[in-house]
């Protein structure tokens, strides 16, 4: 079983009535639901997933102290460590308690201040094009099963991804890395004999073509181990899957060389043509230098147009 699947189930066996019976006057301002850090909160996790932090539990999202005071919060922390200690075979870790727990009682404010340091989701320009995506990716990720005045959803809602003219500057940036690392500087390391160079470049195209997909996809980039298995489901360029995971585990001899450039090559031109497909760009070539800065000039806003076009990157 999946560890959403297993929140879930112990919420509404065990959770739901303890809220119930114990803080009815409460129930219609805490969210509940599971999300944030692990694989789980992506539906990621696997029989591996479960050697370390995978357990039967759930989030208590607390509206400030104005509503829920420090007394009443106490009070569900010691109920929801009073729930059973094992369910559907799975045990629960003990509650830390200097905080730091993934499950649990959570102020919401505390919650999204932690990802992305905006207590209600408001992010400027500079806070968009800087907090990094998995951040953003945690903050929105998993499901929210009760959450009955809306308040944790609305933030959720509003941070579900950039803004517009910010993945334009994002989406610029990294085509511009893919253009320098993999058109370009890939097959010249190798001419000057600089093998390992050469696989550095490689890693820099992949990485790039990797955040270039999500934001094709209007989708965060997640936290690197996750990037592979998040695209294979991505509706957009999913089958790149497989050719950027040869550009990163084969080796730059010279019989490979030629082949890993073709991919560098192909990858290029579906990622162009994916661009054309959502007008994002006027540029008529497979040079994705040319296109980054057509992106680019796409932007509305002006000052966000004239940062240099890697500022997002």
């Known amino acids: ?23 009815a006057a409460f129930e219609e301002v805490i969210a509940v639901g599971l999300c944030g850090s ?12 479960t050697d370390h932090d995978f357990e039967p539990g ?16 106490f009070l ?11 369910f559907e075979g799975f045990t629960r870790s003990p509650m830390s308690p200097v905080g730091g727990n993934r499950h649990g009682v959570l102020r919401m404010d505390e919650f999204f201040r932690a990802k992305v340091g905006s207590p209600d989701g408001e992010l400027t320009a500079a806070q968009w094009l800087t907090t ?10 998993g499901e929210v099963f009760r959450d009955d005045c809306g308040a944790f959803t609305a933030v959720r809602e509003r941070l579900a991804f950039l803004p517009e003219d910010i ?3 994002k989406l610029a940036g990294e085509l511009l890395t893919m253009a320098q690392s993999g058109q370009y500087n890939y097959n010249r390391c190798l001419r000057h004999g600089e093998t390992g160079a050469a696989q550095l470049a490689a890693i820099e195209f992949v990485r790039a073509a990797l955040h270039a997909v999500f934001l094709l996809n209007k989708a965060y980039l997640p936290y690197y181990k996750w990037q592979f298995r998040a695209l294979r489901d991505l509706p957009l360029l999913s ?19 030629e082949t890993k450039y073709g991919i560098i090559e192909d990858i290029a031109g579906m990622v162009i043509e994916a661009l054309q497909a ?18 680019n000039d796409t932007i509305a806003d002006a000052t966000l147009r004239n940062l240099h076009v890697l500022a997002g990157v």
């Open 1 to 23: 079983m999946q560890g959403l699947e297993l929140a879930r189930r112990f919420y509404e066996q065990y959770g739901a009535p303890m809220l119930h019976e114990q803080f």
């Open 38 to 49: 692990g694989s789980e909160c992506f539906g990621y996790d696997d029989d591996v997933s």
């Open 58 to 73: 759930f989030c208590l999202f607390l509206p400030g102290e104005d509503v829920i005071d420090r007394r009443t919060a």
């Open 76 to 86: 569900l922390e010691r109920a929801y460590a009073k729930l059973p200690k094992e």
């Open 132 to 141: 990094p995506e998995f951040y953003l990716a945690e903050a929105t990720n």
């Open 167 to 169: 993945r334009r500057k």
């Open 239 to 257: 089958d790149l899957n497989m050719p950027l995971e040869f550009l990163l585990t084969t080796e730059n001899t010279a019989d490979l060389a």
């Open 278 to 295: 959502q007008d994002l760009t006027k540029a008529i070539c497979g040079d994705l230098e040319k296109h980054a800065y057509s992106v």
